[in-house]
């Protein structure tokens, strides 16, 4: 099992990335770089790719409609480039708060466009000359869209492998299905293991179904906050702002992702409580809401034992890469929580 780490959205950049040389150092597989209406992750992780040496890097997520397929297949190349082939490309629809409300994009077809982007991305990397004809992207453009000056084009540069490793964030049955398909990972959220066959396996199944051999076993990407000792149980309330933002605030009624994912795990009448309370802006009487249950069951936070059943539980489900967020007072403890549960994960 790998061990990756997210990196946060706000404030502390460069510090932060002087500390992952550390965490490099301690083991650290693999660091994802968030996008939401933050700082842009690209240069971002061209900043961690001049800084570190081994460790892989990954957007977690670059959301499909703030840029076109053919620059996210470019920016995924050029990314792979400066760090000599340590690059993933980490894709997601993000939701309509964040795409209409930030960049003034229509939130529409997020299956359809997502498959088209893969689709080209990969084209653009085997550097043929980029035709394609979808419902929701066309290359080049007709004619009666444009100049009719457009030609077919293929990238200058030679990638520096002809297949970038692709992510897809998804938690929806469709788009599991999808991601299943068609990438290399797949990086659901909440993800508690018990549920996780009953939640995804039959959209997992319909989509290894249809899988190319070439592709490989899917890469599961899980996510965590991590202490370990006999007196860190109260950290699991530092998750309950987090869970209720997901859980009541990402979304309006019957619009939110995160709320549907919580009711398939069978905390319906929480999550329509959580929601009611969040919309109506009592975000702290949502939060007590949320079900001590989910958080402990998406955390590693609790005495060595508990973390090692975890770990055992996580990869019997088919984890392969185990994102988590140490928790502790100083740079050197966290160091030591890196250690110890890649240690634990062996």
Not at 157 to 173: D, Y
Not at 184 to 201: N, R, S
Not at 264 to 288: H, N, V
Request: net charge negative; glycine share 10%.
């Amino acid at each position: 099992m790998r061990i990756g780490m997210t990196l946060n959205y706000a404030g502390g950049f460069k510090e932060t990335v002087a500390e992952l040389a550390d965490y490099e150092r301690a083991g650290l597989d693999i660091v994802f770089v968030p996008e939401a209406y933050s700082f842009d992750a690209v240069s971002q992780m061209g900043y961690i790719a001049a800084t570190t040496q081994r460790l892989e890097i990954a957007s977690g997520i670059l959301p499909i409609y703030s840029r076109t397929p053919a620059l996210l297949a470019m920016t995924a190349a050029g990314l792979d480039y400066v760090s000599d082939g340590r690059f993933t490309l980490g894709l997601g629809a993000s939701g309509p708060q964040v795409i209409e409300g930030f960049h003034g994009v229509p939130y529409t077809a997020p299956l359809g466009r997502t498959r088209e982007v893969v689709e080209i991305c990969r084209k653009v990397w085997r550097r043929e000359r980029l035709t394609h004809e979808g419902r929701h992207y066309t290359l080049p453009l007709p004619a009666g869209q444009g100049t009719g000056l457009g030609k077919p084009l293929k990238l200058i540069n030679h990638p520096v492998r002809p297949r970038i490793p692709i992510v897809i964030a998804a938690i929806g049955p469709k788009n599991v299905e999808l991601t299943a398909e068609l990438a290399e990972g797949w990086e659901p959220i909440f993800y508690v293991p018990e549920k996780a066959a009953d939640v995804w396996g039959p959209a997992l199944a319909a989509g290894r179904a249809r899988r190319d051999p070439a592709l490989g076993t899917l890469d599961t990407i899980a996510q965590a906050p991590l202490a370990i000792g006999d007196d860190v149980s109260g950290l699991l309330e530092l998750g309950r702002g987090m869970a209720a933002l997901y859980i009541g605030g990402m979304g309006a009624k019957g619009k939110n992702f995160y709320n549907e994912l919580a009711r398939r795990y069978g905390y319906e009448k929480e999550a329509e409580r959580i929601q009611d309370l969040y919309l109506e802006g009592k975000k702290e009487e949502a939060a007590a809401l949320v079900p001590e249950e989910l958080l402990e069951r998406t955390s590693l936070i609790g005495s060595e034992g508990f973390v090692r059943d975890r770990l055992r539980a996580l990869a019997d489900s088919g984890v392969t890469t185990l994102n988590v967020t140490p928790i502790a007072a100083t740079h050197e403890e966290r160091l030591r929580l890196v250690e110890r549960v890649r240690e634990l994960a062996s």
